[in-house]
């Protein structure tokens, strides 16, 4: 007579204590693969090994201060063939061109983070170490600015630059420089120099007005040329087109660059230029679902909206309401509540622009959502959008998901910003850090010698690129650890300006839901 099993509850046999630990086990391998873990990420590393990225891209002769120690002075010559200091500033991305034009975004979006959140910057001792970053690129943008109506664009070729294969103390490439002038007119260039001398200058009011003030003497006549003489950078200078080309044409950055003059001085001129060239130059038509280096109108469209307050006049009511619904569009798209044209996303919740260099928008879009967040927090409102209205509180939420994606909270468990976490891309397309140290290794290494000898390696970088945010995965969550992949493994210095601000709050963030328990 067979044993008859006992049974549990829903008619289950009874299993013996091995038995159920091990389907437990089972178990709780299933639910970890099914179900993404929450992770808690410490914003404040992320946010001190941000700002480290900056200075290894550092061109120029390097401080005493300098604590990325892999790197050495490098391009001291540059303007020398032109007849003007255009030493320092910073290498664009894993090459080592200067281009102006990304640059003056970078500064804008590190100064603006700086704006927004200095005191939680400061809380976390790396408010110094963002002024310092912020002036080691508008020294160079002065320098730049060698007559009123004479901008200094790009440093280097990138044509030649990208044949090579060299650590930047070793360059052999061309550093042939080139401007814009009356003749050859750069508006969007000009623009957006002057939006990053004029934030800066707000950054540095208290604790460096004569400097602020020489920012904004600078700005103001950036402007005023670019302005006056009209036309894209990229006719002027063809040897950036392939490279950073302006395909949104120049009016966001003329409304861009007086919107931040206006900011910086309260100069009601440049208020009236937002306002009369709202419809004519695009701010009040275009509905844009990104913000990057190239396309401004998300950005010139969020300030304008909160500038509803300073409306003298019925038209300016008008127009700056105009404003705050594509600025609406844009948010709201983001958090995928318009009834069309949302910003794509990938199956693990990342937002997904386009397959080069997808984190820059994805790093943009959140700092534009947690500041506005902050803005309708403060001003109890909320965010108008075709599928209902949006609370601040999902902005900041949904803002932090892109965040947490970045620092690992992603289907691969890949953190993108490098150094950070236990994973993260160890063959970051970028020659310095794949090639030997000039500190460890002074002997001269020759433009292709770095191809045959660095550039095909399989093992990691010998110098980790600390804090750089590289192009990310593809539209799967796939991301390929490859040196020549750069569409996912290049990091770029505008990828990583708005995480800044973001790391700051949302350390600010924890720290008072965490006191508030």
């Keep these: 007579m067979k044993e008859r099993k006992q049974l549990g509850v829903l008619g289950i046999p009874k299993l013996h204590l091995h038995q159920r630990n091990y389907l437990l086990l089972i178990f709780i391998f299933i639910f970890m693969i099914t179900f993404p873990v929450i992770q808690a990420f410490d914003y404040a590393e992320a946010l001190a090994k941000s700002l480290l990225y900056f200075e290894s891209q550092r061109s120029g002769r390097l401080p005493y201060d300098q604590r990325v120690s892999w790197r050495h002075n490098s391009g001291l010559t540059d303007g020398l063939e032109q007849g003007v200091d255009l030493v320092g ?44 970053a912020i002036k080691w690129g508008t020294d160079y943008l002065i320098k730049t600015h060698t007559s009123p109506n004479v901008l200094w664009a790009q440093v280097g070729d990138g044509d030649a630059d990208h044949y090579c294969w060299q650590r930047s103390e070793d360059m052999t490439t061309s550093r042939r420089a080139y401007k814009i002038d009356e003749k050859n007119p750069g508006s969007d260039l000009a623009g957006e120099t002057a939006a990053a001398m004029a934030a800066a200058s707000i950054v540095f009011r208290k604790s460096n007005p004569h400097y602020s003030l020489l920012l904004l003497h600078h700005a103001m006549q950036v402007f005023e040329f670019g302005d006056r003489y009209r036309g894209k ?20 950055e003329l409304l861009w660059g007086a919107l931040w003059l206006f900011k910086a001085t309260g100069n009601e001129d440049y208020f009236n230029y937002v ?92 700092f534009l959502l947690t500041l506005y967040a902050d803005y309708l927090q403060n001003s109890n409102q909320r965010l108008h959008c075709e599928k209902g209205l949006v ?65 095909g390696r399989e093992e990691p970088n010998p110098n980790v690129l600390m804090g750089a945010l590289v192009g990310g995965p593809d539209n799967h969550d796939q991301f390929r650890d490859k040196r020549y992949d750069y569409m996912q493994s290049e990091a770029c210095l505008y990828n990583a300006a708005p995480l800044v601000g973001i790391f700051a709050k949302l350390h600010h963030l924890n720290n008072f839901s965490v006191a508030s328990q």
């Design 391 to 455: 609370g601040p509180q999902e902005m900041i939420t949904f803002a932090k998901s892109q965040v947490d994606y970045i620092l690992g909270s992603n289907p691969i468990g890949m953190s993108y910003l490098v150094g950070f976490g236990s994973k993260y891309p160890m063959k970051v397309h970028h020659r310095g850090s794949s090639v030997v140290s000039y500190r460890e290794n002074d002997e001269f290494i020759s433009c292709t010698q770095g191809y045959h000898n660095w550039y």
């Design 89 to 132: 500033g910073y290498y664009d991305a894993g090459d080592h061109v200067k281009f102006g034009f990304p640059l003056a975004f970078t500064l804008t979006m590190l100064s603006w983070s700086v704006i927004e959140y200095s005191e939680q910057i400061s809380d976390l001792g790396e408010y110094k170490h963002a002024l310092k």
């Design 275 to 366: 306002i009369k060239n709202a419809d004519s130059f695009g701010g009040t038509g275009w509905a844009i679902t990104e913000f990057s280096w190239d396309m401004k109108y998300a950005g010139v469209q969020i300030i304008a909206s909160m500038l509803l307050m300073e409306a003298k006049t019925k038209e300016e009511t008008v127009i700056l309401k105009q404003y705050r619904s594509k600025a609406e569009h844009y948010l709201c798209a983001c958090l995928n509540k318009t009834h069309k044209n949302n910003v794509d996303r990938t199956k693990g919740g990342l937002l997904y622009v386009r397959q080069w260099n997808n984190m820059q928008y994805v790093s943009a879009a959140a």
């Design 233 to 252: 950078y990229d006719s002027s200078v063809p040897e950036a087109k392939n490279y950073y080309a302006s395909v949104s044409g120049y009016k966001d």
